[in-house]
């Protein structure tokens, strides 16, 4: 639904995002707005100028409630900055925005997890967030050599968490199917949301559907995969001006960018898509007014090459990887941090 209300002198489109119910009984908007900066030659690129800050500020303005972060980010100081200055000026309240944020590998250790989210949250400004997320089920040292630390020892310290009132909601990133359903046998609260790599070129359609049938809302990262330059690669593959993709677009009048949006509401899958850009901001939300047909869905998932982009195949020798192993593993950008 678009509502449209005058601010100052201008008009703006204000989007309401539907929500999902979790298996806590909490709900979780349908679209986030991710926040990752990409690497430079410094390790992770940082927000400058407040950058990042305004355009939360925007998108919070435009309909946004759902913003993803995690701790290796740095981006947690401003958008939790840009969601005390909204809330102050009574744009939105404080249970209306869902923050997501993430536990880092070299904090899996029991004693270290509530100290990381503390960390956090002090970044953030806020007391609570609503949703963390393991981001891998990866544990390492802080010289970055793997540890033993079982992600299940990990999980129960997040459970504290939850006990403890910092975090509302926690659940798993970049686990596999049989880590997913290790958690979920082997944990005393059930993951409410696992947060993966999807696209149209990575459907993941079996561990979409496992995960679903849990009641375990899916989170699909990248969701442009291949259609855009990432960390300064030009990948080959799908494109936005794929044939398909357009005769699709022209149909129903949309961007492509807005059609591979609509097909993850579709599979009921949070999309996340990562702007900076305030025309992005407005396109990318612009989703919850038309839908896809079964055989525009299955279109779009004939593209699947099972293609990742995030493959840190530098840590593949660690005992809990989730994925393939590759011949060539790349270098790690995570120890320039
Ligand atoms: N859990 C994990 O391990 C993990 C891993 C990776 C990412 N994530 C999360 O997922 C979020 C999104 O992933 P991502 O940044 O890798 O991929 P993405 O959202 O698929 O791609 C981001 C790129 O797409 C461009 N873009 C955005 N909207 C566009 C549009 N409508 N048309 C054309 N180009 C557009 C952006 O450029 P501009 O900014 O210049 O518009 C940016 O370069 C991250 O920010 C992060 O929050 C999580």
């Known amino acids: 639904m678009v509502i449209f209300i005058s601010q100052m002198s201008h008009f703006m489109v204000l989007t309401k995002v539907p929500k999902y119910k979790m298996n806590n009984g909490r709900e979780i908007p349908a679209i986030a707005l991710g926040t990752f900066l990409g690497f430079d030659e410094h390790g992770v690129t940082q927000s400058e100028n407040k950058m990042l800050r305004d355009v939360v500020i925007q998108a919070i303005d435009l309909g946004y409630r759902h913003f993803d972060t995690a701790a290796v980010y740095n981006t947690e100081a401003e958008l939790g900055e840009a969601v005390r200055i909204t809330v102050a000026e009574q744009t939105v309240s404080r249970d209306e925005v869902f923050i997501t944020t993430k536990l880092w590998n070299t904090r899996h250790r029991k004693g270290q997890v509530m100290k990381a989210l503390e960390e956090s949250l002090r970044q953030l400004g806020l007391d609570y967030v609503d949703l963390y997320l393991m981001h891998w089920p990866i544990g390492l040292n802080d ?4 540890t033993n630390t079982d992600y299940m020892e990990t999980w129960r310290a997040m459970e504290d968490a939850v006990e ?8 798993l990133s970049n686990f596999n199917k049989q880590q997913l359903k290790r958690v979920i046998d082997e944990g ?7 947060q993966i790599e999807i696209h149209p070129q990575l459907v993941q359609e079996e561990l979409v559907q496992y995960a679903q049938s849990q009641g375990i809302v899916v989170m699909g990262f990248s969701p442009f995969g291949s259609m855009v330059t990432r960390f300064g690669v030009n990948y080959t593959g799908l494109r936005f001006n794929d044939p398909v993709l357009r005769q699709i677009a022209e ?6 960018a807005q059609v591979v949006l609509r097909w993850f509401v579709e599979r009921k899958i949070i999309p996340m898509p990562k702007t900076i850009r305030y025309s992005r901001l407005i396109e990318n939300i612009d989703i919850f007014d038309f839908q896809l047909d079964e055989e525009e869905i299955e279109m779009i998932s004939q593209f699947n090459r099972n293609v990742r982009f995030t493959a840190p ?5 660690h005992p809990h990887y989730p994925f393939d192993k590759v011949d060539n593993p790349i270098e790690d950008p995570f120890t320039k941090i």
């Open 313 to 317: 195949t530098f840590w593949q020798n």
């Open 164 to 171: 403890a009132g910092y975090a509302k909601s926690i659940g």
């Open 143 to 146: 010289d970055y050599t793997p």
């Open 251 to 256: 149909r129903h009048n949309k961007t492509t």
């Open 188 to 194: 005393n609260i059930k993951p409410a949301v696992l």
